[in-house]
């Protein structure tokens, strides 16, 4: 195999793996003015990637009058999205639910948690 395609699969694989977000600890170590090294603990967070697309989930029959049903999402955890099921709430009078909602961002995805609009 040529220096060039190995090069290229390799950089495949990283934007391929690149898409789990991930948390990394890592050790700095910077000299100080006597000679004496100083450690120090750094945590980098990486943005999340997309969310997976919205699960169909059958909400069923409200489980009496003065309830709406709040869709499920995708939550961060920071290592993975976890489906959180949609589940029925009681109205609030006079008030909609506005449902979460991701929104891509210069530097990913951040959430948009859901509320009530009067």
Known sequence: MSLL??????AILVISTSCVSREVTRTEVTP??????????????????APPP???ESPGVA????YTWVPGYWEWNGRDYVWV???WVNVQP???WVPGH?????????????????
């Open 32 to 49: 100080a003015p006597q000679q004496e090294v100083v450690r120090k603990e750094v945590v980098v967070v990486e943005q999340p990637p």
């Open 5 to 10: 395609l190995i090069v290229m699969m390799g």
């Open 102 to 118: 991701w929104e891509q961002t210069g530097s990913g995805w951040q959430w948009v948690p859901g509320y009530w609009r009067r």
């Open 63 to 66: 489980p009496g009058y003065g």
């Open 85 to 87: 099921s949609g589940k």
């Open 94 to 96: 006079g008030a909609v």
């Open 54 to 56: 919205l699960r169909m």
